[in-house]
Protein backbone atom coordinates (compact mmCIF):
# COMPACT_ATOMS: atom_id res chain seq x y z
CA UNK A 1 0.00 0.00 0.00
CA UNK A 2 1.31 3.79 -0.69
CA UNK A 3 0.04 6.18 2.22
CA UNK A 4 0.10 9.73 2.60
CA UNK A 5 -0.69 11.07 5.73
CA UNK A 6 -1.46 14.90 6.86
CA UNK A 7 0.57 16.43 4.05
CA UNK A 8 1.27 20.03 4.25
CA UNK A 9 3.34 22.36 2.15
CA UNK A 10 4.57 26.23 1.95
CA UNK A 11 6.66 27.78 -0.70
CA UNK A 12 9.25 30.08 0.89
CA UNK A 13 7.15 33.18 -0.09
CA UNK A 14 4.56 32.07 2.45
CA UNK A 15 1.83 30.56 -0.09
CA UNK A 16 0.26 27.69 1.33
CA UNK A 17 -0.09 25.09 -1.19
CA UNK A 18 -1.22 22.07 0.33
CA UNK A 19 -3.02 21.31 3.47
CA UNK A 20 -4.06 18.38 5.55
CA UNK A 21 -3.55 16.05 2.18
CA UNK A 22 -3.71 11.95 3.13
CA UNK A 23 -4.94 9.27 0.56
CA UNK A 24 -4.13 5.71 0.25
CA UNK A 25 -3.80 3.44 -2.87
CA UNK A 26 -3.18 -0.17 -2.81
CA UNK A 27 -0.59 -1.93 -4.62
CA UNK A 28 -1.62 -2.27 -8.41
CA UNK A 29 -4.20 0.45 -8.42
CA UNK A 30 -3.97 3.57 -10.19
CA UNK A 31 -4.96 6.69 -8.33
CA UNK A 32 -6.41 9.88 -10.26
CA UNK A 33 -6.43 13.34 -9.32
CA UNK A 34 -8.29 15.74 -10.55
CA UNK A 35 -8.61 19.44 -9.47
CA UNK A 36 -8.06 23.29 -10.84
CA UNK A 37 -5.33 25.12 -12.00
CA UNK A 38 -3.31 26.22 -9.17
CA UNK A 39 -4.81 23.54 -6.84
CA UNK A 40 -1.41 22.05 -5.60
CA UNK A 41 -1.26 18.48 -7.94
CA UNK A 42 2.32 18.83 -9.04
CA UNK A 43 3.47 20.19 -6.02
CA UNK A 44 2.01 17.01 -4.48
CA UNK A 45 3.51 14.77 -6.94
CA UNK A 46 7.09 16.36 -6.72
CA UNK A 47 7.04 15.88 -2.57
CA UNK A 48 5.89 12.18 -3.47
CA UNK A 49 9.17 11.63 -5.30
CA UNK A 50 10.90 13.77 -3.34
CA UNK A 51 11.63 16.92 -5.64
CA UNK A 52 10.38 18.92 -2.66
CA UNK A 53 10.64 18.46 0.94
CA UNK A 54 8.49 16.87 3.25
CA UNK A 55 7.40 19.84 5.33
CA UNK A 56 4.82 17.90 7.45
CA UNK A 57 3.17 14.29 7.26
CA UNK A 58 4.85 11.42 5.74
CA UNK A 59 4.68 9.30 2.73
CA UNK A 60 4.64 5.31 2.82
CA UNK A 61 5.21 2.75 0.43
CA UNK A 62 4.60 -0.92 2.64
CA UNK A 63 5.47 0.73 5.74
CA UNK A 64 8.52 2.35 4.69
CA UNK A 65 9.30 6.04 3.70
CA UNK A 66 9.08 6.50 0.32
CA UNK A 67 11.89 8.50 -0.56
CA UNK A 68 14.15 5.63 1.29
CA UNK A 69 12.68 2.82 -0.94
CA UNK A 70 13.55 4.12 -4.52
CA UNK A 71 10.70 2.22 -5.61
CA UNK A 72 9.12 5.54 -7.76
CA UNK A 73 9.61 6.62 -11.31
CA UNK A 74 8.48 9.96 -12.28
CA UNK A 75 7.65 11.58 -15.74
CA UNK A 76 6.97 15.37 -15.22
CA UNK A 77 4.60 17.66 -17.29
CA UNK A 78 7.70 18.70 -19.76
CA UNK A 79 11.83 17.87 -19.86
CA UNK A 80 13.87 20.26 -20.06
CA UNK A 81 16.99 20.37 -22.24
CA UNK A 82 19.69 21.94 -24.06
CA UNK A 83 18.67 22.79 -27.42
CA UNK A 84 21.88 22.98 -28.88
CA UNK A 85 22.57 19.54 -27.46
CA UNK A 86 22.90 17.35 -30.47
CA UNK A 87 20.62 14.49 -28.31
CA UNK A 88 18.99 11.17 -30.22
CA UNK A 89 16.01 9.75 -28.77
CA UNK A 90 17.86 6.24 -28.19
CA UNK A 91 20.77 8.20 -25.86
CA UNK A 92 18.34 9.87 -23.61
CA UNK A 93 16.01 6.82 -23.21
CA UNK A 94 19.93 5.47 -21.87
CA UNK A 95 20.71 8.13 -19.50
CA UNK A 96 21.00 7.06 -15.32
CA UNK A 97 19.25 4.23 -16.24
CA UNK A 98 21.34 1.08 -14.41
CA UNK A 99 19.10 -1.11 -14.32
CA UNK A 100 17.14 -1.33 -17.48
CA UNK A 101 14.67 -4.51 -17.56
CA UNK A 102 13.16 -3.78 -20.98
CA UNK A 103 15.25 -2.95 -24.33
CA UNK A 104 15.09 0.72 -25.48
CA UNK A 105 13.76 -1.10 -28.79
CA UNK A 106 10.82 -3.07 -27.06
CA UNK A 107 10.20 0.69 -24.47
CA UNK A 108 10.02 2.91 -28.24
CA UNK A 109 7.36 -0.16 -29.32
CA UNK A 110 5.46 0.32 -26.56
CA UNK A 111 4.87 4.09 -26.74
CA UNK A 112 4.67 3.97 -30.80
CA UNK A 113 7.72 6.41 -31.16
CA UNK A 114 10.43 3.13 -32.52
CA UNK A 115 10.36 5.00 -35.96
CA UNK A 116 11.72 8.21 -33.69
CA UNK A 117 14.58 5.87 -32.53
CA UNK A 118 17.39 7.59 -34.06
CA UNK A 119 15.84 11.60 -34.05
CA UNK A 120 17.05 14.34 -32.20
CA UNK A 121 14.82 15.35 -28.65
CA UNK A 122 14.75 18.82 -29.99
CA UNK A 123 13.18 18.10 -32.91
CA UNK A 124 10.18 16.23 -31.61
CA UNK A 125 6.74 18.08 -30.95
CA UNK A 126 5.75 18.22 -27.46
CA UNK A 127 3.45 14.59 -27.37
CA UNK A 128 6.26 12.81 -28.73
CA UNK A 129 8.80 14.23 -26.12
CA UNK A 130 6.02 12.87 -23.97
CA UNK A 131 5.84 9.42 -24.58
CA UNK A 132 10.23 9.27 -24.73
CA UNK A 133 9.68 10.23 -21.29
CA UNK A 134 7.15 7.30 -20.76
CA UNK A 135 9.47 5.26 -22.63
CA UNK A 136 12.38 5.59 -20.37
CA UNK A 137 10.45 5.68 -17.20
CA UNK A 138 9.24 2.00 -18.95
CA UNK A 139 12.72 0.70 -19.02
CA UNK A 140 12.92 -0.22 -15.34
CA UNK A 141 9.29 -1.51 -14.63
CA UNK A 142 8.58 0.74 -11.85
CA UNK A 143 6.99 -0.63 -8.76
CA UNK A 144 5.03 2.95 -8.71
CA UNK A 145 4.82 5.18 -11.62
CA UNK A 146 4.15 8.78 -11.49
CA UNK A 147 2.63 10.52 -14.02
CA UNK A 148 1.64 14.60 -14.30
CA UNK A 149 0.17 15.56 -17.41
CA UNK A 150 0.95 12.46 -19.55
CA UNK A 151 -1.66 12.90 -22.20
CA UNK A 152 -0.55 16.64 -23.15
CA UNK A 153 0.40 17.26 -26.39
CA UNK A 154 -1.69 13.68 -27.68
CA UNK A 155 -4.63 13.39 -30.14
CA UNK A 156 -7.70 11.25 -28.68
CA UNK A 157 -6.26 8.08 -30.23
CA UNK A 158 -3.31 8.40 -28.64
CA UNK A 159 -4.32 9.34 -25.20
CA UNK A 160 -6.26 6.18 -25.43
CA UNK A 161 -3.52 4.26 -26.42
CA UNK A 162 -1.21 5.44 -23.42
CA UNK A 163 -4.03 4.70 -21.09
CA UNK A 164 -4.11 1.34 -22.40
CA UNK A 165 -0.53 1.23 -21.88
CA UNK A 166 -0.82 1.77 -18.49
CA UNK A 167 -3.71 -0.07 -17.42
CA UNK A 168 -1.23 -3.11 -18.62
CA UNK A 169 1.25 -1.85 -16.66
CA UNK A 170 -0.69 -1.74 -13.45
CA UNK A 171 -3.15 -5.45 -14.70
CA UNK A 172 0.18 -7.18 -16.17
CA UNK A 173 3.05 -5.73 -14.12
CA UNK A 174 1.35 -4.98 -11.23
CA UNK A 175 2.76 -1.88 -11.43
CA UNK A 176 1.35 1.42 -9.02
CA UNK A 177 -0.02 4.37 -10.59
CA UNK A 178 -0.51 7.96 -9.83
CA UNK A 179 -1.71 10.26 -12.53
CA UNK A 180 -2.55 13.85 -13.12
CA UNK A 181 -4.78 14.58 -15.90
CA UNK A 182 -6.93 18.00 -16.78
CA UNK A 183 -8.27 15.00 -19.46
CA UNK A 184 -11.16 13.87 -17.12
CA UNK A 185 -12.81 11.21 -18.85
CA UNK A 186 -9.74 9.62 -19.45
CA UNK A 187 -9.23 9.98 -15.69
CA UNK A 188 -12.85 8.78 -14.61
CA UNK A 189 -12.70 5.96 -17.06
CA UNK A 190 -9.50 4.25 -16.22
CA UNK A 191 -8.72 4.88 -12.48
CA UNK A 192 -9.83 2.97 -9.73
CA UNK A 193 -9.65 5.64 -7.08
CA UNK A 194 -10.14 9.72 -7.78
CA UNK A 195 -8.54 12.10 -5.16
CA UNK A 196 -9.96 15.69 -5.74
CA UNK A 197 -7.54 18.39 -5.06
CA UNK A 198 -8.07 22.32 -4.35
CA UNK A 199 -5.35 23.20 -2.06
CA UNK A 200 -7.37 21.09 0.47
CA UNK A 201 -8.42 17.33 0.45
CA UNK A 202 -11.90 17.80 -1.29
CA UNK A 203 -12.64 14.22 -1.51
CA UNK A 204 -10.90 10.82 -2.34
CA UNK A 205 -12.54 7.20 -2.40
CA UNK A 206 -13.56 4.81 -5.44
CA UNK A 207 -14.41 6.91 -8.29
CA UNK A 208 -17.67 5.43 -8.82
CA UNK A 209 -18.71 6.93 -5.37
CA UNK A 210 -17.90 10.49 -7.42
CA UNK A 211 -20.96 12.82 -7.27
CA UNK A 212 -21.44 16.04 -9.73
CA UNK A 213 -21.61 17.99 -5.89
CA UNK A 214 -18.45 16.59 -5.39
CA UNK A 215 -16.83 18.09 -8.76
CA UNK A 216 -18.90 21.52 -8.29
CA UNK A 217 -17.12 21.87 -4.71
CA UNK A 218 -13.71 21.24 -6.09
CA UNK A 219 -14.07 23.38 -9.46
CA UNK A 220 -15.84 25.99 -8.11
CA UNK A 221 -17.55 26.62 -11.75
CA UNK A 222 -13.94 26.96 -13.49
CA UNK A 223 -13.51 25.94 -16.85
CA UNK A 224 -12.20 22.52 -16.42
CA UNK A 225 -15.41 21.78 -15.04
CA UNK A 226 -17.58 23.21 -17.86
CA UNK A 227 -14.89 20.24 -19.80
CA UNK A 228 -16.74 17.48 -17.75
CA UNK A 229 -19.93 18.18 -19.80
CA UNK A 230 -17.80 18.32 -22.75
CA UNK A 231 -16.16 14.94 -22.52
CA UNK A 232 -19.85 12.99 -22.31
CA UNK A 233 -19.17 12.19 -18.67
CA UNK A 234 -22.08 10.08 -16.38
CA UNK A 235 -23.18 13.82 -14.71
CA UNK A 236 -26.04 15.52 -15.58
CA UNK A 237 -26.16 19.03 -17.02
CA UNK A 238 -27.31 21.07 -14.39
CA UNK A 239 -25.21 22.64 -11.65
CA UNK A 240 -26.48 23.06 -8.57
CA UNK A 241 -24.01 24.32 -6.44
CA UNK A 242 -22.84 27.43 -8.05
CA UNK A 243 -26.32 28.38 -9.53
CA UNK A 244 -24.87 28.72 -13.04
CA UNK A 245 -26.90 26.82 -16.14
CA UNK A 246 -23.78 25.23 -18.00
CA UNK A 247 -26.25 22.60 -20.16
CA UNK A 248 -24.39 21.19 -22.96
CA UNK A 249 -26.20 19.47 -25.86
CA UNK A 250 -23.95 16.43 -26.45
CA UNK A 251 -24.16 14.74 -30.45
CA UNK A 252 -24.34 11.33 -30.34
CA UNK A 253 -21.19 9.94 -32.35
CA UNK A 254 -21.75 7.94 -35.22
Not at 78 to 96: A, C, E, Q
Not at 98 to 104: N, Y
Request: negative net charge.
Amino acid sequence: MLEARHIDFRYPDGEKVLEDISFKIEKAGMLGIIGPNGGGKSTLLKILVGLLPLQKGEVLFQGTPLALTKKAVYVPQTITLNDTLPLKVSDFLNLSIKSAKLSLDECLTKVGMLDKKNDLIRELSGGQKQRVMLARALRQIPEILILDEPTTGLDGEGQDQLMILLKGLQQNEKTTIIIVDHNLNQVLNHADKILCLNKKHHWHERKELLTQNIINDIYHCEFEHIRLHEAGTQFNDEHHECQHDHKHHHEKSE
